[in-house]
């Protein structure tokens, strides 16, 4: 799964967030809709991190949790959801479940969730967070997330959460006409987050959201198993932070840090 920019582990861990400091976090990083930012609002991000991550849910940073991933940065999952433009009714595809927090944001925006996590102890973790949570019309699989869902294609959104030097072509063709994917585009470490729009059968490059920080997408059509040991074995993941930032090009991009 994972994006994931945000503090260095050495970094202290004392600091506190709070809801309300988490949404003006997200409104200070450039995120608009006022429906994704009260989806933020409704859900309690403390029920989707570990229990020694707790008083940290509120900052806007990722988390660690097990296999070497860690959750992406609350702001990061606004601007990706942003750009799915969700009005209520879509069906949407998750690729990399995690822990279920960005599973619950989609839910609150959507009419269906399909989430997919290659982990089964963490789709199991997620599948009682968001029972926990009293979260809705969202359906947890174990997989390989470069093949899709078929069974419940196709989607009108598909947002994926791991890094690929391009869209997987079951993805591309699980996407409905006129909907929307949006997917980080690089090897692993150094990505642009794309936003793609699927007209008369093509998916068409949209937008560039924002440079960032994923581990790799793993499965048939992405990268396979034994490469990601060799990379974790050869230079570990760090996480990292990403800043909202401004220039000519992009009025608003990112910067990794």
């Not at 570990?50 to 959750?71: C, F, K, M, N, S």
């Not at 609150?108 to 967070?129: I, K, M, P, T, Y």
């Not at 960032?212 to 993941?237: I, M, N």
């Amino acid at each position: 799964m994972v994006h994931r920019g945000g503090m260095h582990p050495a970094e202290p861990a004392r600091r506190r967030g709070s809801p309300r400091g988490l949404i003006r976090a997200l409104r200070d990083q450039g995120i608009q809709d006022d429906r994704v930012i009260g989806a933020f609002g409704a859900v309690a991000r403390e029920r989707f991190v570990p229990a020694d991550a707790a008083e940290r849910a509120y900052l806007d940073e990722p988390i660690g949790i097990p296999h070497g991933q860690v959750t992406t940065q609350p702001s990061l999952i606004a601007r990706m959801v942003e750009a799915l433009r969700l009005s209520g009714g879509e069906r949407v595809l998750e690729v990399g479940t995690g822990l279920g927090y960005q599973t619950a944001i989609l839910a609150a925006l959507a009419g269906q969730v399909v989430s997919v996590e290659r982990f089964g102890d963490l789709a199991d973790w997620a599948r009682a967070n968001l029972d926990g949570a009293g979260i809705h019309g969202v359906t947890v699989v174990i997989g390989d997330g470069t093949l899709g869902v078929p069974e419940h294609a196709p989607y009108q959104a598909i947002v994926v959460a791991a890094a690929s030097l391009e869209v997987p072509a079951p993805l591309a063709e699980q996407l409905a006409d006129g909907g929307r994917l949006v997917h980080p585009v690089g090897p692993g470490g150094r990505e642009v987050v794309t936003a793609f729009h699927k007209r008369s059968g093509r998916l068409v490059a949209e937008a560039r959201l924002t440079g960032a920080y994923f581990v790799p997408l793993v499965g048939a059509h992405g990268t396979l198993e034994g490469d990601v040991d060799e990379q974790r074995t050869a230079q570990p993941p760090t996480p990292r932070v990403a800043r909202c930032v401004t220039s000519r090009r992009w009025p608003t991009r990112w910067r990794v840090e």
